[in-house]
């Protein structure tokens, strides 16, 4: 990871208003709308709600190494470790008396969106019996060839049924004109966060995946108001000084390297170093680009539903294989290495064979490690160690 | 004839189950598989395909291992398993039901290691209350049509997919007769013997499943009516979950002094209930049927209807208990699994849980649990 960002305290200020806006929403009265991380927050935003991201608070107690207590509080009530830690840590955290990170806000609404996953919408259900609030699936079946327009009508009516459903449930209007200007925000704040994300392809790079990983917040969170527009315009101009200066992301960038997945967050400092003592850049990952996407603001419901249901893991194969070849080329990589997430179901299965069929058309060497995003119980340091070792040794 | 030979006839095709679709293929017939269980059977049959249901019972399974992680369900493992062994590769297509995040997967990964030439996803709305879902299914019926019709090269008319229609909403209709008479009656035939003749269902040919099967219910009619102690000692009890694997575990609740009488399974109910609308539009009415099963851990059950719908089962069928068949790693029904047990539990069911795996018939541990089980809620049956 790079030496500390000025807009480190920037990013500090957002995040902790961010939190304070859910308090003092709760204390007003303006409900609290759990959604997904990749949801159509816009619509929320647009309609002076306040949007809560469990999959955040399941990040966040997964960094501060306390994922596998709040997951033991769910498995007590049947839950199985098997199933994705962020869930784990949300459904142990309504259970349990001790709070490590602070208690998750409860919601008055809850609103999902399948596209990343079928644990969503199961955790999201099993949240709103306990919680005992409406529940609204945005739902987008998978694409495993291409998209058609039985899809594509499907995804924009329920976006009508989901704008009555925040009528009915909030009673509030919804206005489409403020709707474009929220979305002309989030197009806004998601072009910069891709211009960071760009810098990690020069050589040798002042920004790389694992400043991503910490960066990404605003975009989440504060995705479609001015607030992240502003992180990312500094962070922008940040990274265009650094490079100036000559600060680089690693001290000595030999190689580039392709990481397909989400980090493994408690263990984040630990990949980076390691990464760094080999002299290698990761240099970028579906993950953190899932934030980067290109709006139509003037089409504002259309774009909705041609962006957020259309992100890579609800693709068949071919569309996932493409998109990490594309993401090796354009950052000029000289390996990958795909993270075998047992959290993550919906992203890991079938890696080992898109392992060797990676290989097989780039001819670069590729890695699979077995681990879990959150709980340390799943996470083997000394064979990972090896495997590494033995990895860096092919990077030349 | 006599029940057990009915019986036997069923139980060969299920100790055998692809002979028929094999046999089907030798004689130039398109021959269509599916994975659990809401594939629209109907509509490869209007192609002049012959559907048949691969559910994953195979024992040993190595191959699959290198495609698929340690923890990935033993459902989709066993059937990848038969499928790398080339044991499905009579197959001219197959049709996977998105019902998770592992079935997500499978699609990509069946493509690339088999020899079956049209392999699809069957992708059915996963909210069934608001309008939006009806129109979109009708569309993906539309879809999957139109494919099957480039496969087997016959157009799906109105009238051949009505008559498919017909003759499958007869076998529903049959099956659940068959079941009512068991529970019942329970006693007549054994709780393995009752799944195996749906099971025998999903890998034979209608016409023929029909006539024994009406057999079996005019032989099962007669005993019922012969027997004069109609009170059974058996602890009736319901299932459910995804699949009843390994099969020995319907004998253990037997053995254990159990009788099934009402089930949500895949491999059960789910896949005999509800009929299609005869007097439809038939798209629609497949669109329909599909909307309107029985609540399922794959599918949005927000309103409680799963917990309610176990509940009302458990009271209809006047059981005892309920016994959740749970399939290691099988996310969707884990997520359900704590609410439907404080449901139950509030209602006073006494139910227990149990892991299982198919292909894995390492039992004793189970067989340990379902006595204790059957015993506390059910005294003991021989006093
Ligand atoms: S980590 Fe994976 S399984 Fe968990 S919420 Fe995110 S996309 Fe879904
Ligand atoms: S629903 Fe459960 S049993 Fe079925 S494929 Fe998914 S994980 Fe496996």
Known sequence: MSEPFKTAALMKELMAKYYDLGEESRRKGIPVVWVTAVFPVEIIYAMDLYPYYPENFGALASARKVADKLSMAAEAKGYFNDLCGYARCGIGDAYSLEHPVGKILSPDLL????TQCGSLPKWFEAAGRFYNKPYFLWDSPMIEDETSDIKQNYLIKQLYELIDFLEITTKRRFDINKLQEVVALSSQATALWNDCLEMAALKPAPFGFFDACIHMAPIVVWRGRQEAVDYYRQLKAELEARLEKKIYAIPNERHKVYFDHIPVWPRLR?????????????AASQYTHAWAMNFDPARPLETLAEHYPHQFVNRGVDYRLKLKMDFMRHYNCDGFILFSNRSCKPNSIGLYDKKRMLTEMTGLPGLVFEGDMS????FSEGQIKTLFETYFEQLV | MAIKELLNRFNAVVTDPYSEARSRKEQGQKVIGWLPTD????LIHAAGAFP????GSCSKIRLADTHLQVWVCSLMRGSLEMGLRGDLDFLDGLIIPQTCDTTRAMVGIWRQTSLIPYIDSFMMPKQVKRSSAREYLIGELTRLKSNLEKVTGNLITNESLGTSIKLFNENRQLLRRMFEIHADHPGLISSREVYTVIKAAMYMDKVKHNGILQDLIQAMKQKAARSIDKSNPKVRLVISGGVWEPPEIMDLIEEAGGVVVGDDMLTGMRYLSPDADEKRDPLEALADRQLNKIPFAGFDNQNYERRRFLHNLVRHTEAA???????KFCEPENYDYNDMREALNSAGIPNLRLETEVGNPSLGQIRTRLEAFIEMIGGDPIE
């Open chain 1, 111 to 114: 609103l999902c969106c399948n």
């Open chain 1, 270 to 282: 630990w990949f980076a170093d390691m990464f760094a003592a080999n002299d290698t850049l990761v």
């Open chain 1, 375 to 378: 709980d340390l119980r799943f």
């Open chain 2, 39 to 42: 594939v629209p059977e109907e």
């Open chain 2, 52 to 55: 048949v249901g691969s559910l």
């Open chain 2, 321 to 327: 208990g309920l016994i959740f068949l749970h399939l």
